[in-house]
């Protein structure tokens, strides 16, 4: 991590505590909402589950770009810290995407309140699932593409010549035939 990351992450946790002592409570279920997307962020910055994973939801929510969230809230010292967090995005991968963008009040409320609910579950890696099943699906098409054009030996000159030589016509020249 990168040493002004750990910087600000640092900051949060040290000053969130003196002025967000009161912090409402947010709702796990529209957290987790605007994390997957099904909601959209008022702002219309995307969703985090586009790049961050989270355990505990599936295969589904195993994104690779960013880390996985699931240890968010102890990492950083609790729930208040990563509100902190959440109001500045202070990594550069975020900037671009939520320049002019910044979450409201209840969204950091509910997605603060979502990954305190997801604390302490494995993280995010799917089961494999997803790898076995385009593994089969490949293997299945393999088998149907070999066995449907297994009758199609030859290329498709030679087919042309065979069917003009049963029919008695002429056989075309090659263009290395000389007359």
């Not at 709702?27 to 355990?55: K, N, S, T």
């Not at 969230?69 to 950083?76: C, F, Q």
């Amino acid at each position: 991590m990168e040493r002004s990351r750990w910087f600000v992450v640092l900051i949060a946790a040290l000053v969130a505590p003196l002025g967000a002592a009161g912090l409402p409570a947010g709702d796990p279920a529209a957290g987790r909402a605007l994390f997957v997307g099904a909601r959209a962020f008022e702002a219309g910055g995307p969703p985090c589950g586009a790049c961050h994973g989270i355990g505990g939801e599936g295969g589904g929510l195993a994104a690779r770009f960013g880390p996985d969230l699931s240890g968010t809230v102890e990492a950083l010292g609790g729930p208040e810290a990563l509100d902190g967090m959440l109001e500045s995005l202070p990594f550069p991968s975020m900037e671009p995407l939520y320049a002019g963008r910044a979450l409201t009040t209840g969204e950091r409320n509910d997605l603060t309140a979502f990954l305190v609910a997801a604390g302490g579950r494995a993280p995010a890696g799917g089961d494999g699932a997803i790898v076995l099943h385009a593994g089969l699906a490949f293997a299945a098409l393999a088998l149907v593409l070999f066995l449907t054009g297994r009758g199609h030996a030859g290329s498709a000159r030679d087919r042309l010549v065979q069917g003009a030589r049963r029919r008695g016509a002429a056989t075309p020249a090659t263009p290395g035939d000389r007359p």
